[in-house]
């Protein structure tokens, strides 16, 4: 089975370019979770959502950010404009709330540098 | 609020010894679920464990080991005979048994096995 797909793996932008980050969930998971992951912070999740529904997106740093679950299978991050803080390690994560399978499978992150 | 403590951040061990990563947490809620990932240099996060608060029985699976005491509100995770590719960030962490529900992460502790 394909776990969470994640792309691109490696982005490298200049400051002040759009960016946009993008995750496919395991299918039939109904949960969908964003993450950033820095020396700093650590992991943080940034939102989440449910039934293609944002739940909680207080973990998203400011307006810059914004995030979309079109559909079930595909799900986006968006940054605009970037700033070189910005740059972490996005990881996309899924579960399924159907069977009280809570355990999220992480994708293999995108590496984000700004310059 | 809910919180995990990872308080070793970091440990080095030599090869085949045993070694035991501790994770204290703290909820109001009388029914949970705790977690152990394990991210390996290579940095995706791999699920390791999921216990729930109802279940105190430890359990055990190949080399690795969990110890889950609800009385002093912790979730060690032992590996015995450890090896060079345990050598990884291992992160505990905790959520509510509901649909929808965010996962709370621990800092990690990183554990070196030296040959």
């Known amino acids: 089975d394909a776990g969470v797909i994640q792309s691109p793996r490696h982005e490298v932008t200049e400051m002040g370019q759009e960016v946009t980050l993008r995750c496919k969930p395991i299918?039939?998971?109904?949960?969908l979770f964003w993450y950033r992951q820095t020396m700093m912070r650590g992991l943080e999740l940034l939102i989440y959502?449910?039934?293609?529904?944002?739940?909680?997106d207080s973990g998203m740093p400011e307006d810059r950010f914004s995030a979309k679950m079109p559909n079930a299978s595909f799900s986006t991050l968006k940054i605009q404009p970037s700033e070189p803080r910005d740059s972490a390690v996005y990881f996309c994560?899924?579960?399924?709330?159907?069977?009280?399978?809570?355990?999220?499978?992480f994708g293999p992150g995108t590496r984000l540098t700004v310059t | 609020a809910q919180k995990v403590t990872q308080a070793q951040t970091e440990i080095s061990v030599v090869e085949k010894e045993d070694v035991t990563l501790d994770c204290v947490y703290e909820t109001r809620d009388t029914t949970y679920y705790l977690f152990w990932y394990k991210q390996p240099p290579s940095g995706e996060l791999v699920f390791l464990i999921r216990?729930?608060?109802?279940?105190?029985q430890n359990e055990i699976s190949g080399r690795y080991s969990w110890n889950f005491q609800k009385s002093t509100s912790s979730f060690n995770f032992t590996i015995t005979a450890s090896q060079v590719v345990d050598s990884a960030v291992y992160f505990c962490?905790?959520?509510?048994?509901?649909?929808?529900?965010?996962?709370?992460f621990g800092s990690g502790t990183r554990l070196s096995i030296r040959p």
């Open positions: 959502f449910n039934n293609n529904v944002p739940i909680d």
């Open positions: 962490a905790l959520s509510r048994i509901s649909s929808a529900s965010k996962i709370i």
């Open positions: 299918s039939g998971h109904n949960s």
């Open positions: 216990r729930n608060s109802f279940d105190e």
């Open positions: 994560a899924s579960s399924s709330t159907v069977g009280e399978i809570y355990e999220q499978y």
